[in-house]
């Protein structure tokens, strides 16, 4: 008496794929998703270019370029499980909207930071 969900006439992948097509959305989501994946990886190699002036600007010893280095990745790591929590419950767009306003914030207030613990706590918060 109860009803049936299941379908017989299963479709295999490709001709799913074939069926829904591919167009202009997504192409332009994969641009955009493109644009972001180039905004993270640029955010990560610039350190190896600002590097050697942040030392003598901020006099740092090693240990505070090991900690300046990995504070992105510490970053990443921690607001994976932040930003993914909030997008489960938010919804996708607007929490990648909200960590791109985090990121482009934290990048504008490092390139002017003063004070090492700032440029570390901002390169954290780009990784975030």
């Not at 074939?18 to 167009?23: A, D, E, R, V």
């Not at 003598?56 to 990995?70: H, N, P, V, Y």
Request: net charge negative; charged share 10%.
């Amino acid at each position: 008496m109860g009803l049936d969900f299941m379908d017989s006439t299963a479709v295999d992948y490709d001709n799913a794929l074939l069926n829904t097509g591919f167009g202009k959305f997504h192409y332009l989501l994969l641009t955009v998703c493109g644009l972001i994946y180039m905004n993270t990886a640029i955010g990560i190699a610039i350190l190896s270019f600002v590097l050697p002036s942040a030392t003598c600007d901020f006099q740092m010893t090693s240990e505070d370029k090991g900690w300046l280095t990995a504070s992105p990745m510490l970053g990443m790591v921690i607001g994976s499980y932040f930003w993914g929590c909030l997008a489960d419950t938010k919804g996708r767009k607007i929490v990648l909207i909200a960590s791109l306003l985090v990121d482009g914030i934290c990048g504008l207030i490092s390139s002017v930071a003063q004070y090492f613990w700032l440029f570390m706590l901002c390169r954290f918060f780009n990784g975030f």
